[in-house]
């Protein structure tokens, strides 16, 4: 928290995007157990021990919430599921169906809320508690196509085609997801992350319209409810429009995915402000010199400012875990 409230410290504290996952044995165990990756999510106990599992194990300094950007698709009336070894599924497709045409049904969000509350409760006082939802375009590219794209093409294509209907879903997710993040901090959340994974396939003219305006105004009315929460914007891809996404939304940090020089990263971003990132999650597979020198890399370019050191996007399942604990090692000095 201290990072994030904009001040740089010795040492960056350091969490990974999806730390709870498939690469812990634990995880999996538990997985097993319990069906699948919506029966954890949706079985308020279990969330929370998957939370906190990567703390347990690691002492990582910051737990996220454990759930998916797609539950706000689901409270606004989509059936989710996800097909075993492809991905997540959202029917009917916004493609051939009106937002109008769905019934919402926010009490799927409830609870994700007592999971918050419930890590909270268990987590020590010096960890801090993140939540999280996916930005507005992110998740529009879901609910049009129904799934993951190759280069969110439908929904590209559709924002052209008809983009009075495009902004009127981006309003309403905005709309929901304000809702969603403002109960996650009245539960416990200490910081907010928004994800906006698909931000790096917009031309420049739509990432103004459909990435930093919907983010803007989240943050603007999170602003006003809760001025000292610290919202993190992580527009993965998004590349030499960074500066613009970290000046004009007003979050407090700013995630930055791996293919982001970090030096160019630290030159180009407002001075000050909080950096969270950004070693390739590929690299940490792989291990060895190489990973040593990234790291170190990441850790020089970024010493300046204020750091939470991160993955550039989420760890994959076969990560190796003295990989992960190594760079815990190095980040930390040992
Ligand atoms: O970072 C965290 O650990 C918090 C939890 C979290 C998950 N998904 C858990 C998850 C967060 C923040 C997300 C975000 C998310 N989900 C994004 C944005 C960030 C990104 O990764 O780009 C997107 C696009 C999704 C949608 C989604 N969820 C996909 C495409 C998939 C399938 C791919 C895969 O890895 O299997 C998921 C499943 C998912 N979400 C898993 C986890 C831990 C894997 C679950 C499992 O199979 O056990």
Do not use: C
């Not at 009106?98 to 987590?123: D, N, Q």
């Not at 930005?135 to 093409?153: C, D, F, H």
């Not at 905005?174 to 416990?188: N, P, S």
Request: proline fraction near 8%; aromatic fraction near 8%.
């Amino acid at each position: 928290m201290t990072v994030l409230n904009g001040e740089a410290t010795e040492r960056p504290p350091i969490w990974f995007m999806r730390q709870a996952g498939r690469y812990l044995p634990e995880y999996r165990a538990l997985r097993a157990e319990k069906g699948g990756f919506l029966d954890l999510v949706y079985d308020v106990e279990a969330a929370i021990e998957v939370t906190l599992q990567p703390l347990k194990r690691f002492g990582f300094d910051a737990a996220i919430l454990f759930s998916d950007i797609l539950v706000v698709p689901y409270a606004m009336g989509q059936d989710l599921w996800f097909e075993e070894g492809e991905g997540p599924r959202l029917a009917p497709k916004l493609l051939d169906t009106l937002l109008e045409s769905l019934t919402a049904a926010p009490e799927r969000l409830e609870p994700v809320f007592r999971t918050v509350a419930g890590v909270k409760a268990a987590l020590a006082p010096d960890k801090a508690l993140l939540g999280f939802a996916g930005s507005p375009w992110t998740v529009a590219t879901y609910m049009i196509a129904g799934q993951g794209s190759r280069e969110q093409a439908e929904a590209r294509r559709l924002s052209y085609r008809e983009p009075e209907r495009v902004a009127a879903l981006l309003d309403a997710i905005a709309e929901t997801t304000i809702g969603y993040l403002r109960a996650q901090i009245d539960a416990g959340a200490d910081a907010v992350q928004l994800f906006d994974s698909w931000s790096g396939s917009l031309s420049p003219r739509q990432f103004e319209q459909m990435v930093i305006a919907p983010n803007a105004k989240i943050v603007a009315a999170l602003k006003q409810s809760h001025p000292d929460t610290p919202v993190i914007g992580f527009p993965k891809g998004a590349g030499g429009k960074l500066p613009a996404y970290a000046r004009e939304t007003g979050v407090d940090a700013v995630g930055v995915d791996e293919t982001v020089d970090p030096e160019w990263a630290h030159a180009s971003l407002p001075s000050g402000m909080p950096v969270q990132g950004n070693l390739d999650p590929l690299s940490l597979v792989t291990g060895g010199p190489q990973l040593h020198d990234a790291v170190d890399r990441i850790l020089k370019a970024f010493s300046g400012r204020p750091h939470i050191f991160n993955l550039g996007h989420g760890i994959v399942p076969d990560t190796p875990i003295a990989h992960v604990e190594a760079v815990l090692a190095q980040v930390r000095g040992r």
